[in-house]
């Protein structure tokens, strides 16, 4: 066990900041969170506004560090991981980077104990929705301890399989890109309705929330809801009898259905 750190960040980007925040709500000491990014100006950034010790490169004070977290661009992973493994062999992996398998983290780092995750970037604001796998060589008291870790970002998800990941990239990984696409085409129809784009931003965003918060609480299914504001021969039903005669929601499919065959792609070309 480390005497200075209780876990690493190696990488200290948005996803890390989401992470370190959640940590630090709820009572890990600043102090003991290592951060190891070469930007100096990013290792400045993260002193000045979280507290955590920082370093620019991996060193032997990585040895005994119990959980060590990926948060580097999947490109840099090798290059990173090379210089990291010989500290870390001993410590739980926990990565966040898209597209980098387990067999391939596992491989590179000479240990089987790797958890992955494929979060979303509500997380900066304690609203995410992560997806996790764990090998099997995992723990379930270790598990407990990522939970721990996400739990701050908002909620997670395990699969059984890793390749569900891409499913989960797909969903909920790129779905918050989806809604801000919806959102700009609200707020573009809000323009030529009249309004401003102020006020079409403010109609949007609220409707978005209050949906998805009447979804989440009601025990109706979403198609139930939708038919409930659905009067045949009214406004909402002329709407959706246009998103249907544009085949929107086949169209939304296969968008989504495209995203999980390119994260199969890039498991494929980062673990080469």
Known sequence: MNTLYDIAFIGGGNMATAIIGGL????????RILVIDPSDTQREHLTLTLGVMTAPAPDSTLKGIPTVVWAVKPQQFKLAA??????????????VMAGLRTDDIARLMGTPRVVRAMPNTPALVGQGMTGLFARPEVSAEERALIEQLVAPTGQWLWVRQEAD????????????????????????????MGLTEEQGRTLALATFGGATMLASQSSESPAVLRERVTSKG????????????????????????????????LGDEFGR
Request: proline share 4%; no cysteine.
């Open 234 to 265: 009214g406004t909402t039903y002329a709407a959706l009898t246009a998103m249907d005669s544009a085949d929107m929601k086949q169209a939304f499919v296969k968008a989504m259905q495209a995203a999980q065959q390119r994260a199969r792609e």
């Open 82 to 95: 090379a210089n990291t493994a010989p500290f870390t062999s001993a410590a739980l992996h926990y990565s």
């Open 165 to 192: 990941l891409d499913a989960v990239t797909a969903l909920s990984g790129s779905g918050p890109a989806y809604v801000f696409y919806f959102v700009e085409a609200m707020m573009a129809a809000a323009v030529e």
């Open 24 to 31: 630090l709500r709820q009572g890990t000491p600043a102090q």
